[in-house]
């Protein structure tokens, strides 16, 4: 099974089911996942820089720190399984295949973005993608995800259903509402908890009767919980590889907790400044990128002259989709009167 | 060719159609199951379709109405029953912030072909958080359509239409009009946004909808003996809003009466007063009436809620304050 050698995190599988099957990655693969977390890195920092120069309006929550979660549970699925999110979506947006451009085009508001323009950073969608949506009230996104499960269930198409949540979500009624719901019902979903340790401003540990036994929340709906080291990548594989597994042939719901940290602040307008600095120290050595990176070299999977180039090609794909989301149109004024109601 | 039937029983009938006719059409609602329904709606359903089909869902107005909207964005065609409107209050973040907006925020790539049965108003001797009539907020958000009807007819010929839509529908039954009777034309179907002269007159238009169209119907003929003839507007749907026929039946008898059950303050009767100051100003002869709920929670006590709640005769008097 492989293993990063340099997670400086403990791993606390030890109490929750063990993650007992390797998801038996190879080199090609292992590559593509760290091009994947590249390319988010890039993305994040490019929509960074677009919005100082304005191209870019209202809110912007980036998710870098957080890429070994959608690169390590994301690529586990089908194309045609679906993935319901929060507004922190450009990572798992792209991983499901969400071009880049489309996603830049649609942060612009320009007419060629993934949403027409019409979502912006919060509402990445691509239903062709199975990527159902990027959703901005914390906690809604929940009984959409179950219902997209229900349908599958509904229609016994064997289809997995991925839906993300923060930290913060655990506090909405929505959550707990879905937990029962998809038990009750037998659901074919996977409630995954971004625990970032903070909802907006507020660290978690304030705001969570148990901020400590999260995985373990949905004891009490008789749901399988597991807790994993959300910044690397490879244990976010291996245990989803056993999860979708288990859902696909009838298992029924399952929850996640993975643990690990915005780099940024909870948008760009947040400084952060509610944060240790002691904190924010220890976790930019936990970064989920440089930890991979120096397993891939020190376990033989890459050289650093691959590295570089990975880190070139995501530069320049991100360069090209922010030339092309500047270039774009804007939506036509008539856009507006459209896609209210069917045609 | 037409049948006499309850509402209970047109709406009964549209749900067993679309059941029976649409393999992708799926109930979920609370009790819906053996219970056969708070309002006795889906009898014998869960016996005859089984839990596929007749999905009884736990107290989750949010989690069912959300997974109702999930379902339909991924192709199924949920007939979701919210027990009473007083509840969507619990579910209304999925119904105004996710079903009325995922199609235009997702640059049209999702559809949510979704029907959300409730059930409105006062009367029922229920007290004040069982007695409301939120209709006309739904009405307030692009993206959803407002059905309101008041007829056995009406409730099939609209719940039919409904099923053909490709965006979320508050189909909204009244409480009080379950029992009421009346023929329904066989194959009926009746488009949305077409509003229905439930009874022609000349001297003045009473504009209501659900069972406050009884009271306007009891009010015109009581009307009747003074002299004085009324038209009834049953609007039908709320939104859309059938203006062209309010407007030319204004511009024929120069009055107006509005009526609705809810408080008046802020209620969806100020937008048609409005597009008739605004559409009909020349032809009206005297200022447009309003007829509305008191601005109080509704009252258990039967004799306050009696108050608090319009009437025929205060629909009688509307109109002769203006005659």
Known sequence: MPRKTTNTKAKVADDVAAVAESSELNQEQLLEFYAQMVLIREFE????????????????????????IAVGAINVLRNDDVVVTHYRDHGQALVKGIEPKQAMAELFGKSTGCSKGKGGSMHLIDADKGFMGGYAIVGGQLPLATGFALASHYRDDDKVTLCF????????????????????????????????????????????????KIYKMSEAYDIPGFRVDGNDVLEVHDLMTKLVK????????????????????????????YRPEDEVNEWKLKDPIPSFKDWLLANGHATQDIIDQMHQTAEQEIIEAAEFAEQSPFPADEELYTGVYAE | ??????????????????????????????????????????????????????KD?????????????????????????????????LAIDQIVNHAAKVRYMSGDQFSVP??????????????????????????????????????????????RSCRELMDPVMFVEHILLYGSRGQVSEGVKIPLGKADIKK???????????????????????????????????????????????????KKTHRAVVVEETTKFGGFAGEVVSIIQQEAF????????????????????????????????RIVSAVKKLI
């Open chain 1, 45 to 68: 920092k490019e929509s960074e820089r677009q919005y100082t120069r304005g191209n870019i309006k209202g809110f912007l929550h980036v998710y870098s720190g957080e890429e070994a």
């Open chain 1, 165 to 212: 949540l923060g930290d913060g979500a655990l506090n909405e009624g929505e959550f707990h509402e879905c937990l029962n719901l998809a038990k009750v019902w037998n659901l074919p979903i996977i409630f995954f908890c971004e625990n970032n340790l903070y909802g907006m401003g507020a660290p978690a540990k304030d705001h969570l009767a148990a901020p400590d």
């Open chain 1, 246 to 273: 288990q859902i696909r042939g009838g298992s029924g719901p399952a929850f996640v907790e993975a643990q690990t940290y915005r780099i940024q602040g909870h948008s760009i307008a947040d400084p952060a400044n």
């Open chain 2, 1 to 54: 060719m037409s049948t006499e039937m309850t509402y209970r029983q047109a709406i009964c009938q549209g749900l067993t159609e679309a059941l029976d006719e649409d393999p992708r059409a799926y109930l979920m609602g609370e009790d819906i199951g053996p219970y056969g329904g708070a309002f006795a709606v889906t009898q014998g359903f869960w016996e005859k379709y089984g839990p596929r089909r007749i």
């Open chain 2, 57 to 89: 869902s736990p107290l989750s107005e949010s989690a069912f109405v959300g997974a109702g909207i999930g379902s339909a964005m991924a192709g199924l065609r949920p007939i979701v029953e919210i027990m009473t409107i007083n509840f969507s209050l």
């Open chain 2, 114 to 159: 979704m029907i959300i049965r409730t059930v409105t108003g006062a009367g029922a001797s229920v007290a004040a958080t069982h007695s409301q009539s939120f209709e006309g907020w739904y009405a307030s958000v692009p993206g959803l359509y407002v059905v309101v009807p008041s007829t056995p007819e009406d409730a099939l010929g609209l719940f």
């Open chain 2, 200 to 250: 022609e007159g000349s001297d003045v238009t009473i504009i209501s909808y659900s069972k406050m169209v009884q009271n306007s119907l009891e009010a015109a003929a009581m009307l009747e003996n003074d002299g004085i003839n009324a038209e009834v507007v049953d609007l039908r749907t709320l939104r859309p809003l059938d203006v062209e026929t309010i407007i030319k039946s204004v």
């Open chain 2, 282 to 313: 020349d032809y009206l002869d005297a200022p447009v009436e309003r007829v509305a709920g008191e601005e109080v929670p509704i009252p258990y006590s039967m004799p306050l809620e009696k108050l608090a709640i319009p009437d025929t005769q």
